[in-house]
Each structure stands twice: as structure tokens, then as C-alpha cells.
């Protein structure tokens, strides 16, 4: 199993740009979630999806969208780039309480 | 909604010292408890998670936390700190059944010398 992947691993943006970040789980998990980490601040949920066909806004949703394409794939989008969303964005998912460790390698994201 | 607090931000001790991290959390109902580890460059890991019965458990890299209801508690605790124990460490809280997520406290960055 790969567990949680993610692409990219490193990406800058032009303010303005959009871009899609992807993520992936082979576990079988029904819920998944995106987290962004910023220094000082931990890891602060922007949306998750607890099950196939809903989505929920996190603590931080303001300039992203999301898409849970299937059980396996939710995405994040960053329709218009701003310097404040330089972040490392990590994915996560689980499937109840007992298997809430799983995180992805993260995306380190730079907005110019 | 629940906060978390971790009340150091920044520890630097030397090898063999002991360690406890402080977490405090705030919400009026069950939690469930966390504590992750990121090391330099890399993702969380989960060291621990406590949901019910006995308050102190036993994680993984011979971390172990203590519950303290009362004090909304959750502190880390190892007797005695490796170099490799050099990371940052995050408490988090999630109410109910986890799937609305975690709440992150902002993270303790612990430095261990030689």
C-alpha cells in the first residue's frame, strides 16, 4: 500500500495563477481532509470530506475549493493564488477514530 | 468548537534528559487525544491517541501520555530523550466519532543536543 500520496511535492505560483493539488489514499478510507501548516501556527483544516459525495468547510476555507472525485482522490483548488496561501499542504484520511494517522508527504506551495 | 493549547513553543534539552510536553485542550464534551511528531523534511507521524480507558498510554519510540480529566490534560511524556527525538511535536483533539477532523495545537519544536 501507498497510503496517502500527494502531487506535487513543490510548486510556485504567480498571484492570480490557479492550480489543482492532488491527493490520493489506497486504504479504503472513508473520510479525507486537507490541512495546511504554517510556522507558529500547527496544522489548521481547511476541508474534509467525511464520507463520498460531502465536503465540509474547515477552520480556514477562504480562497480554496475542494472535489471528492471518489472514494479515493480529493483535491484542492486554488482558483486565485494569493501570497498569504504560501503553505505546506498536507492530506489526510481515515477511517474512524482508529486509523486517524494518516497523513501524506505533503506539498510545499510558494505564492509570488 | 474546541482549541488546543501547548504551552511550550520552543525546548531544547540534552540527551538522557527527561521530557514532558504540556497540552491543555477546551471543549465540554468527550475528546479523543493525539499526539504527532513531525521530524525535519518529513510528515506527521501518530505517537499516540487516547479515546477511552486507561488514562496513560503508551505510544510508540517510548513516548507515553497521560489524560487528566480534570485539568483537560493531555501532556508527553519520555524518561529519557534521544539526539533522534529532535522534532516537533503537535497535540490535537477531535470530538465524536474524528470525522470532522482534528484541531492542532501550534506545535512544541524540541531540540535535543548531544
Known amino acids: 500500500n501507498a497510503g496517502v500520496t500527494q502531487t506535487p511535492k513543490f510548486q510556485v505560483l504567480k498571484t492570480g495563477q490557479s492550480m489543482t493539488l492532488q491527493c490520493a489514499q489506497d486504504m479504503n478510507h472513508n473520510s479525507m481532509y486537507w490541512y495546511r501548516q504554517d510556522p507558529g501556527m500547527g496544522l489548521r483544516l481547511i476541508y474534509y470530506s467525511a464520507s463520498e459525495g460531502t465536503t465540509d468547510k474547515g477552520e480556514v476555507p477562504n480562497g480554496y475549493n475542494v472535489s471528492r472525485l471518489n472514494k479515493r482522490e480529493f483535491s484542492l483548488r486554488l482558483e486565485s493564488a494569493a501570497p498569504s496561501q504560501t503553505s505546506v499542504y498536507f492530506c489526510a484520511s481515515s477511517l474512524g477514530l482508529t486509523s486517524l494517522g494518516f497523513f501524506g508527504p505533503g506539498t510545499r506551495l510558494t505564492v509570488l | 468548537a474546541q482549541s488546543v493549547s501547548q504551552h511550550n513553543h520552543h525546548v531544547i534539552l540534552s540527551e538522557a534528559a527527561s521530557l514532558e510536553l504540556g497540552c491543555n485542550y477546551s471543549?465540554?464534551?468527550?475528546?479523543?487525544l493525539f499526539w504527532y511528531v513531525q521530524y525535519p523534511g518529513q510528515h506527521l507521524q501518530l505517537l499516540l491517541k487516547y479515546f477511552s480507558g486507561d488514562p496513560l498510554v503508551k505510544g510508540i519510540k517510548g513516548f507515553e501520555a497521560e489524560f487528566i480529566k480534570s485539568k483537560f490534560s493531555f501532556n508527553l511524556r519520555k524518561p529519557s530523550v534521544q539526539w533522534s527525538d529532535t522534532a516537533e511535536y503537535f497535540c490535537?483533539?477531535?470530538?465524536?466519532?474524528?470525522?470532522?477532523?482534528?484541531?492542532f495545537g501550534k506545535g512544541t519544536h524540541l531540540i535535543i543536543q548531544p
Open positions: 471543549y465540554g464534551g468527550t475528546v479523543n
Open positions: 490535537a483533539v477531535t470530538p465524536g466519532g474524528g470525522a470532522d477532523g482534528l484541531t
